[in-house]
């Protein structure tokens, strides 16, 4: 699929940054103690021990190119990781997708209640952004301020909020490829890119010099979705930990619905080729973001 | 009820702060002309034309104490009624509060749909955060960045989130007066004391020069709820423009419940000449700030 071959990167830094966000969360959501309780457990419920951390990993690999320290990575990670889980959560709410499984294990609002739920994303989107702006995340302002505009930015509506309002009205008309592919770009490319950004902030790098690793996130970003209409498509619920077929069930279009299953196959690897293109001028520091973007179309949840 | 004469400042500012925020709103949520039109629309249909705007008047009242420029306290205005907003959106779900009415007319879930209500609170929330770390915002990212840090901690569950959950847990058992105290300085007292924060941070007045202000803030947000509880208890809907006697019918251990409404009242009183009180080593021009104290009990809304 690719001209580089694994260099067995990827295994290891799957399973450190799970444990090392793991434990981030743990540290950073302690029980309140009192009648909050109940909004604290349902965060950590949601934000410990679940989920592929592909938005920490991508950070802190982006992060480690530049030689930032891994304990702001980790931190950074943790943020942007917090805004995932807070949209996972608001997304399987029974007025949206109405999911009653996630990474294997009931969704918050089946596990606590809808109030709970609603409360726990919210409370989690907020914590994001203290997270970032704590002087813990970094003793310069301009990084910690820059951070929290690359969050804020691919969030809201011009990111992923407004991806999500274009992925609710896709129901009712039949989009063409330009607009999937624009809302694709806001629902998951957008935060995608901000984990990279972010990386690219830690690590100091001016913005004059981010132009490969932009594209490089641009094109993860729409070969992970092609990935996932896949596996929504002809993947395992077991494996994937969630409710599959919905899609097809939701009558929606997708990249799969409009380019069948082979050229959106083809599609996802041509753009993983292409993503590993823009390294071209990294060394052997880039070999962890080259195995990220393969595994991004390899892997079965 | 207060030694201070009222200097008629206040209503000329209640309606000067009202045009600024609608003004502010307006253009910096423009339609996007695609698919996301019906979030923006939910978004301007909450944020513009409704409220006191009494946490940007705080905040504009408080920066303008220490000749903070006007443009940038409108800006942080807009940042903290977007959170304020956003947090009423989600108040008002089916699976919360279930109301159908906010400041006289149907409330976004009704108006719109529930997902849209989620996504449009989601997107209001994300925008505070864009507003206060864009660039525009302030040209010192130091100021920028405790902005944010003020706003995400005051939001988050050690503030306004924090406070809902206790809220919802308030249903479920009888709390004291000490919890009640504690339950209305997170839910409400929180997001007005980052709104005197912010305008003090906008003044570049030192931490250590905060702490009057911080009473003030403390006892005008305590003084806040208990006169939303005598609103409930004994104001008119049709001035309130929401439903009323909700507490009562919940069952929920009230400031009114705990003390009667005589005591409630001199309780309140006495908060608002204990507010004043914080200000006294200053002149004249924080004669705004004291009529806004006055107005905090004496509003029928």
Redesign the interface.
């Known amino acids: 699929m690719s001209a580089i071959s694994a260099t067995g990167l990827l295994k290891p830094a799957l399973v450190q940054i799970a444990r090392e966000i793991d434990a981030s969360f743990d540290a950073l959501l302690p029980l ?1 103690g ?3 309780d ?3 457990e349902a ?1 950590r419920y949601a934000a410990i021990g679940g989920g592929k951390r592909m938005r920490p990993l991508l950070l802190a690999a982006t992060a480690g190119l530049f030689g930032a320290d891994r304990t702001s990575a980790i931190r950074a990670g943790t943020a942007i990781e917090a805004i995932h889980v ?2 996972l959560i ?1 997304d399987d ?1 029974p ?2 997708d109405d999911d009653a499984m996630r990474h294997g294990k009931p969704t918050v609002h089946k596990a606590f ?4 739920a ?2 726990a ?3 989690l ?3 994001a ?2 997270v ?3 002087p813990a995340m970094s003793g310069d ?2 990084v ?2 820059e951070l ?2 690359t ?3 691919a ?5 992923m ?2 991806g ?3 992925d ?3 129901e009712k008309g039949s ?1 063409d490829l330009q ?1 999937v592919t ?2 694709q770009q ?1 629902k998951t490319g957008a935060l995608l890119g901000a984990a990279v950004e972010m990386g690219a902030i830690l690590g100091r790098l001016p913005v004059e010099g981010r132009t490969p690793l932009r594209g490089y996130a641009r094109d993860i970003g729409l070969a992970f979705q092609i990935a996932d209409d896949l596996l929504d498509a002809e993947g395992d619920e077991e494996a994937a930990g969630k409710a599959l077929r919905k899609d097809a069930a939701a009558g929606k279009e997708t990249f799969l619905s409009l380019l069948g299953a082979e050229r959106a196959r083809e599609q996802a690897r041509m753009l993983v080729d292409q993503a590993i293109a823009h390294l071209s001028h990294f060394g052997p520091e880039a070999d962890l973001l080259r195995e990220i973007a393969r595994f991004i179309i390899e892997r079965d949840r």
Chains 1, 2 share one sequence.
Do not use: K, N
């Open positions: 309140a009192d009648q909050r109940r909004l604290v965060m807070y949209s608001h709410l007025c949206m209640d809808e109030a709970t609603v409360l994303g919210d409370a989107h907020a914590f952004f203290e970032l702006s704590d302002p301009f910690r301020i929290v505009r969050l804020a930015t969030s809201g509506m011009d990111g909020a407004g999500q309002m274009m609710i009205e896709a989009f607009t624009r809302l806001l």
